[in-house]
């Protein structure tokens, strides 16, 4: 008789606009080879990537069709291709040819050349081979400075997310010269990550892009780079330094040179719906750049989930948008966003047409004697916008530029974006498709304390905004300042804010018990310890319980996180199962135990709901039956209106015995009728739900709640002598759907 050992599992999956680059320029060839193309869709958004650097792009190199689709499984296409800019000065340590060079390095061009080469493939823990054989350099940062970005409890493990895909490129290769005289010497490892979970999370995606110079071939240079990682990055040292010495008959030092003046920005091609019928704004407080249709109307064959486009939005095109959560660090301090512009295909402010002027817009020093379009929002320098066009639609692209930073041979620092997804909300004259028609207005009064207390533009409305007060007296416009409509543009944007400042923690499954097997003549006693989360408690609690997160200043905002219902302690029970090959998928459940007396506290009427109680939708009154005092038929009391900033007061406890039945508020799992009654559209059975697994591995009645208590002893007389059998125990959990799966189980080890 023999325990499962540790083993690796899959990680937990819940389940075309005409755009083109520049007519001349040429695409490079697909290769053909495993992972170079692959997506990200864990959660509702599909996401092509290439492993040259390009996100959100067609995953077979189509030079037409598009690759960012939201919902996941429609024609909505939002996106054509996006990614990383990098321009810079090559410093006075370079060999003398190069020095004081200015070049570019882009793996993502709207212009189609881009320079881009894949140096590690596509990695996507949701697939299982990729699992399988996960490298450790793809694995969560752990023992650099980049882990700083991740919370302890995801370091070192495959995926911090509920499915990562992790790629490294660069743009070293002199093969891909367009437009510039040499490359840079610039690697770029991108970590994806994709979640279900909290509400508002399903509809966005995150990038980590972390920057080394390699221009080195010295390994000394990169000591400071993570086991793993570290390997990586000494080859590409090496490798540069040969591909470019013998390109150009020069010596770069061993030791490598430094890069200066180093400017990085997110540059994005969207189209949305119709690709020349676009416009692109910013939203500088929110480090928040966003491209939506003018009339928000769709294209044929686009269709519209009622779940997310329902009130207070309307079914109409909807917005993308790409917030900067983290830019580059200069002697402890972010930079931030320090500039936002609209690039035109063609139009009056071109796409950069080589590094010069790429080095340029990055570093806003736009010249109009040099060629360059003259900015159209007044002082660059102190708006951060150059131009936004106010004209007739188009098709727009845009950049995000942060800098300058400088980075040493070997040096290293990491940018994060959100890439978001948002149904257009339902205000003024703005009610559907071609109703109204948005320019984006003057996007510099959002920065403007004064301009604000005259309202903000028209566009900015159908985007989540609903008001702004100055909380801390500065007169400067922070983006806790800002009220928003939950689920909208805005309030996306600080669900990704929170998400990243808890450093990507989300609703964790408990720890896995310690479990110790006895053998016996035809059977096996199996004893197992409680697990350390029944102390310890949810993470994800601190995140959840609290209605106001503190801010920088130490200001209090509101809290998109905030889930009343979550439940610290939340282990429910254990599970014991059963296999006869040492394989986690192959066992099946041989019992299930589960506490007795426990039960979730429901402030809002989202556990075994009723069609008569929905108080988010006003549907909020007691019905009590005058001849058996029944209140099945409504809310069992009068729950609080939820208000932003504010904890509930008025709650039920619900025991979690039978079928736990919940549904989540605000997402369109319940819906008010016109006769008073609530359309309970989706919900959610806890432990017998499709959503939790268990009946993949065992019976409906071996995964109900039964309040059995749980005696940390259970003997299988079920065994035969001579046989081999593998044995796992693992803890499960009972908590809010509000803010994740309902039920979360531990690992088979």
């Not at 490079?28 to 290439?50: D, E, M, P």
């Not at 030079?63 to 810079?88: L, M």
């Not at 694995?139 to 991740?150: I, K, M």
């Not at 402010?349 to 010249?367: E, H, P, V």
């Amino acid at each position: 008789m023999i325990g499962l050992l540790a083993l690796a599992t899959g990680a937990l999956v819940p389940e075309t606009a005409d755009a083109k680059p520049r007519p001349g320029v040429q695409k490079k060839g697909f290769r053909l080879f495993a992972r170079s193309g692959g997506a990200l869709t864990i959660n509702r958004i599909y996401c092509g990537l290439q492993s040259n650097g390009q996100i959100c792009v067609d995953s077979l190199n189509s030079s037409t069709i598009g690759g960012g689709f939201w919902p996941k499984g429609t024609a909505d296409q939002y996106v054509f291709n996006s990614g990383i800019q990098v321009a810079g000065i090559i410093g006075p340590d370079a060999n003398a040819e190069w020095v004081g060079d200015t070049t570019s390095a882009q793996l993502f061009s709207p212009r189609g050349d881009d320079h881009g080469e894949e140096i590690r493939p596509i990695f996507n823990s949701s697939d299982p081979d990729d699992f399988a054989n996960w490298p450790d350099a793809a694995r969560v940062p752990q023992g650099d400075a980049s882990e700083e970005l991740f919370n302890p409890l995801l370091r070192g493990r495959i995926s911090a997310s509920q499915g990562d895909v992790w790629f490294v490129s660069w743009e070293g290769n002199p093969a891909f010269a367009a437009g510039r005289e040499h490359p840079l010497g610039i690697l770029v490892e991108q970590r994806g990550l994709g979640y279900n979970f909290p509400s508002g999370n399903e509809d966005i995606l995150y990038f980590v892009y972390t920057f080394y110079n390699v221009t080195a071939s010295d390994p000394a240079a990169y000591a400071a780079v993570r086991p793993g990682m570290r390997e990586v990055v000494q080859e590409a040292g090496v490798r540069f330094q040969q591909l470019n010495e013998s390109r150009f008959s020069i010596d770069i030092p061993d030791v490598g040179y430094t890069l200066t003046s180093l400017f990085a920005a997110f540059g994005a091609d969207m189209d949305v719906a119709e690709a020349g019928a676009n416009y692109a704004s910013v939203n500088v407080p929110f480090s928040l750049g966003y491209t939506y249709e003018h009339t928000f109307s769709p294209a044929d064959g686009w269709t519209f989930d009622p779940g997310i486009f329902g009130p207070p939005f309307f079914a109409g095109s909807g917005f993308v948008g790409v917030k900067y959560l983290r830019s580059p660090v200069v002697e402890g301090e972010e930079v931030g966003l320090t500039l936002f512009s609209n690039t035109i295909n063609g139009g009056a402010f071109d796409d950069a047409q080589n590094a010069t002027q790429l080095y340029r817009y990055l570093s806003n020093n736009i010249s109009t004697a040099a060629g360059d379009a003259a900015c159209n929002t007044g002082d660059p320098d102190v708006t951060r916008i150059c131009y936004i066009n106010n004209g007739g639609s188009d098709d727009m692209r845009f950049f995000q530029a942060s800098g300058p930073l400088e980075l040493a041979p070997g040096a290293f620092g990491s940018i994060v974006v959100a890439y978001i997804f948002a149904a257009p909300v339902a205000v003024g004259d703005c009610t559907g498709p071609g109703t109204c028609d948005r320019l984006p207005g003057d996007p510099t009064r959002l920065s403007s304390v004064s301009a604000l207390s005259q309202g903000a533009n028209p566009i900015d409305s159908v985007t989540g905004y609903t008001g702004f007060s100055d909380l801390n007296a500065d007169g400067e416009v922070q983006q806790n300042e800002i009220s928003f409509v939950q689920g909208s543009l805005l309030g996306k944007a600080i669900t990704a804010q929170l998400v990243f400042d808890n450093q990507f923690l989300t609703p964790f499954a408990p720890e896995s018990p310690n479990f110790f097997l006895i053998p016996g003549s035809d059977q096996v006693t199996v004893v197992w310890q409680p697990s350390a989360s029944e102390t310890s408690g949810d993470p994800f609690f601190a995140v959840a319980s609290t209605p106001t997160t503190t801010t920088e200043d130490g200001s209090e905002a509101q809290n998109p996180l905030f889930d009343p219902n979550y439940r610290q302690l939340d282990v429910e029970g254990y599970r014991i199962y059963r296999g006869r090959v040492d394989s986690p998928n192959e066992l099946s459940i041989v019992a299930q135990f589960d506490y007795a007396g426990t039960f979730i506290t429901d402030f809002q009427g989202q556990v075994n709901p009723t069609t008569g109680c929905a108080p988010e939708l006003g549907i909020n009154t007691v019905t009590v039956d005058p001849e058996s005092g029944d209140t099945t038929f409504g809310c069992p009391i009068v729950f609080d209106s939820l208000q932003p900033g504010i904890a509930p007061t008025a709650s039920v406890d619900v025991p979690l015995v039978g079928n736990v039945i919940q549904l989540r508020r605000g997402q369109g799992d319940r819906l008010a009728l016109a006769t008073g009654d609530v359309l309970l559209a989706r919900t959610d059975t806890a432990t017998t739900g499709g959503a939790s697994g268990c009946l993949t591995a065992g019976s409906l009645e071996a995964c109900s709640l039964r309040d059995t208590g749980v005696p940390f002893v259970y003997v299988d007389r079920t065994v035969r002598n001579n046989l081999r059998y593998f044995y796992s125990v693992t803890a499960f959990d009972v908590n809010s759907i509000q803010s994740g799966p309902s039920s979360i189980e531990s690992a088979r080890t």
